[in-house]
Nanobody, 125 residues
């Protein structure tokens, strides 16, 4: 499976961006798709996840209510709609995928087999 993230950019506080993660390869390998981010000098952190089965989603507390993750299974693409962006959202955003991850491990980067190159999001006035 190959993942390609896109949609990053430079925006002002309060603006919106939509990231896309396009997957190629075996669709079952993307049963669980998540977004992580990594700011300079910080560890990679979980942002949001979506599961193909049941279309369930979950979010980090820091983005809950501002970010929305969604997926288009026909296009094998997962989106991250980011609204009300803050300077602390500045980071490189990565999408990650796996065929099966137990719910308790969803937020752990090490649990994912597939990663795409990141896309830079910078929020600055």
């Amino acid at each position: 499976v190959q993942l390609q993230a896109s949609g990053g950019g430079l925006v002002q506080p309060g603006d919106s961006l939509r990231l896309s993660c396009a997957a190629s390869g075996r669709s079952f390998s993307t049963n669980v798709v998540s977004w992580f981010r990594q700011a300079p000098g910080k560890e990679r952190e979980f942002v949001a996840t979506t599961r193909r089965r049941g279309s369930s989603t979950s979010y980090a507390d820091s983005v809950k209510g501002r970010f929305t993750i969604s997926r288009d299974n026909a296009k094998n693409t997962v989106y991250l709609q980011m609204n009300s962006l803050k300077p602390e959202d500045t980071a490189v955003y990565y999408c990650a995928a796996d065929s099966s991850i137990i719910i308790s491990s969803t937020t752990e980067a090490a649990a994912y087999d597939y990663w795409g190159p990141g896309t830079q999001v910078t929020v600055s006035s």
